[in-house]
Nanobody
Framework: QVHLVESGGGLVQTGNSLRLSCAAS??????MGWFRQAPGKEREFVAV????????VYADSVKGRFTIARGNDKNTIHLQMNTPKPEDTAVYYC?????????????????????WGQGTQVTVSS
């Protein structure tokens, strides 16, 4: 079994920055990603990084503002949120995939992921 634990959420003002982290334990994961869900909305893709770290994909809404990266430990990822906006307010979930299709595999569909964290609330105030 794999456990994913997110940290770093909280209240942030627009113009400031926030960094989310996710640590996975139990098994080595391939791609790892972030999704988010705002009240009354469906869960949506935010960013993903491949096992190699060479391939990253972002949602258009966060491109240029958010950066996903792996930590020194391959089973840890971070999401640097720069210039967050009120519309970024949501519960952010970390997800991990067991499939090793290739080193640069980076799925964006939530259906491709095998494990999920409990989520961390991010609230952006204007």
């Amino acid at each position: 079994q794999v456990h994913l634990v997110e940290s770093g959420g909280g209240l942030v003002q627009t113009g400031n920055s926030l960094r989310l982290s996710c640590a996975a334990s139990g098994r080595t994961l391939s791609a790892m990603g972030w999704f988010r869900q705002a009240p009354g909305k469906e869960r949506e893709f935010v960013a993903v990084i491949s096992w190699s770290g060479r391939n990253t994909v972002y949602a258009d809404s966060v491109k240029g503002r958010f950066t996903i990266a792996r930590g020194n430990d391959k089973n840890t990822i971070h999401l640097q949120m720069n210039t967050p906006k009120p519309e970024d307010t949501a519960v952010y979930y970390c997800a991990g995939d067991l499939q090793f299709l290739n080193d640069d595999y980076a799925p964006t569909s939530p259906n491709e992921y095998d494990f999920w964290g409990q989520g961390t609330q991010v609230t952006v105030s204007s």
